[in-house]
């Protein structure tokens, strides 16, 4: 299947600086899945994005779904240390089959 | 809810070793996944089961992987003979679309070091 492209692969922010993460497809997606994984933890879910144009907010967390639905972004605003982690997008494929994304890993400094 | 039990949660074992993961998914899930983590490949779906039947195999590696689900409460990931380059992070997840939505519940993972 086609992948998904995450970038940047890793950013390193001041806490208190917005962080943003993208996620491109060279194909139309049908749905998008983010997930967020600490370190040393395992990955858990966040949203899923299925509409085109769609945007989700989570208190600090907005999600975005592209017109076209080829991409999306992830952009947190005022980071906190409890935001470190990786953060993956997965495209959901039949029968809940997943293809993730590389990850974008965020640092904050304190 | 328990969550997804994965057993056990690190091993380290001598390349040409047998190694056997397990899995216990959410009660009433129907659906298993086996995935393995490394720096350099990502997250990798190895292979997934509906209703204990294997559905898609095709990210099982090699014939040195094997993966079964005996019932709906079971399922182990096998390595045998293991090499250096299995070393990783296996994760078991669960689903059900019908309780759980489009949410696929991962359980902590196995840590695995092939020396």
């Known amino acids: 299947g086609q992948q998904v492209m995450q970038i940047p692969q890793y950013q390193h922010v001041q806490e208190g600086e917005d962080f943003t993460t993208y996620c491109n497809s060279s194909?139309?997606?049908?749905?998008i899945q983010w997930y967020k994984q600490r370190p040393g933890g395992h990955p858990v879910f966040l949203i899923q994005l299925v509409k085109s144009g769609e945007v989700k907010k989570q208190k600090r967390l907005t999600f975005q779904f592209g017109e076209a639905k080829k991409n999306s972004s992830l952009h947190i605003t005022a980071t906190q240390t409890t935001d470190v982690g990786t953060y993956f997008c997965?495209?959901?494929?039949?029968?809940?089959?997943?293809?993730f994304g590389a990850g974008t890993i965020l640092r904050v400094k304190s | 809810d328990a969550g997804v039990i994965q057993s056990p949660r690190h091993e380290v074992t001598e390349m040409g070793q047998e190694v056997t993961l397990r899995c216990k998914p959410i009660?009433?899930?129907?659906?298993l996944f086996w995935y393995r983590q490394t720096m350099m490949r990502g997250l990798e779906l190895l292979i997934y089961?509906?209703?204990?039947?294997?559905?898609?195999d095709s990210g099982m590696p090699e014939d040195r992987f094997s993966a079964k689900m005996p019932n709906a409460s079971f399922s182990t990931l096998k390595i045998q003979p293991s090499e250096p380059r299995d070393s990783a992070v296996y994760f078991c997840a669960s689903n059900n679309p019908i309780s759980s939505g489009n949410t696929i519940y991962f359980g902590e993972g196995s840590w695995l070091t092939v020396v």
């Open positions: 009660s009433g899930h129907n659906s």
């Open positions: 089961f509906n209703n204990n039947v294997p559905i898609d």
């Open positions: 997965a495209r959901r494929e039949y029968g809940n089959k997943l293809v």
């Open positions: 194909t139309t997606l049908s749905n």
